[in-house]
């Protein structure tokens, strides 16, 4: 047994979503032998039953009691015990398959942080018109402020080795949603080894969370405010 892999997903209310999305991972996992898993959920104070969901299909879940995307991350990653953590919506929209492909990248190359850019295969009705352009805007604008070059700054799913979390403060970091620019730009910055990869991207199962008008602009002031928290 070689490298452990850690995949952390958040899930808040997606108990219509997360049964389908732990079963793709563990028909993907269950044929990998090269690396061990950690499969954790991060229960954002569902009111369904998510949380009982994930658990029946063997995940390990943790209950982060503050609302929020990004710190459903913090303790996930700070939870995790792997050499690679690999993340994604609780929403069967991300192409979970595509594990052996993430790693054999990393095995590869030895890349520090890949994003995964979702708007190289949109499936019909995955992102709405008004999250399309909300996305592709605040990915011009991480490029302008950052001096980036990265095409899906909203992206959900991330390939990367722990170790670069030594260097990231979560402190700085976001509470909402604004956290998944903010680790690609934190990258960035950190002149980790980064690339971005196509993916295929589907429509969520459940009921959207995402509000796209509050969630856009709160992710626009991020992007001016994290400038002056980053050293
Ligand atoms: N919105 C929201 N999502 C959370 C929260 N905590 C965890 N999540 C999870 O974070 C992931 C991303 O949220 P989504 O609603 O899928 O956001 P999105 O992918 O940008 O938009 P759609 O999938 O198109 O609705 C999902 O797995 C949610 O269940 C929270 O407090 N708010
Ligand atoms: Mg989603």
Do not use: C
């Given at each position: ?137 605040l990915t011009l604008m ?25 260097n990231m403060d979560f ?24 690339v971005e990869i196509p ?33």
């Amino acid at each position: 047994m070689g490298e452990k892999v850690s995949i952390v997903i958040p899930a808040y209310n997606e108990e219509i979503a997360i049964g389908n999305t732990l079963d793709l991972i563990n028909s993907v996992i269950k044929n990998i032998e090269e690396y061990e898993f950690e499969l954790i959920v991060v229960n954002n104070n569902s009111k369904d039953n998510t949380k009982q969901v994930a658990e029946k299909h063997g995940a390990l879940v943790l209950d982060e009691l503050n609302q929020g995307y990004g710190n459903a991350y913090k303790k996930g990653m700070g939870f995790a015990t792997g050499d690679i953590l690999i993340t994604g919506d609780a929403d069967a929209s991300y192409p979970f398959e595509d594990i052996p492909r993430f790693l054999r990248l990393m095995a590869e190359n030895d890349f520090d942080f890949i994003n995964t850019n979702r708007f190289a295969n949109l499936e019909k009705n995955s992102m709405p018109v008004l999250n399309y352009f909300g996305n592709k805007m605040l990915t011009l604008m991480a490029n302008g402020i950052y001096g980036v070059n990265i095409k899906d700054s909203q992206s959900g799913m991330w390939i990367f080795k722990k170790e670069i979390l030594e260097n990231m403060d979560f402190g700085i970091m976001g509470a909402g949603m604004p956290f998944s620019q903010e680790i690609k730009i934190y990258s960035n910055h950190n002149n980790n080894k980064f690339v971005e990869i196509p993916i295929k991207y589907r429509k969520r199962l459940g009921e959207k969370k995402l509000n796209p008008l509050k969630d856009g602009y709160d992710n626009f002031i991020n992007l001016l405010n994290f400038k002056k928290k980053l050293k």
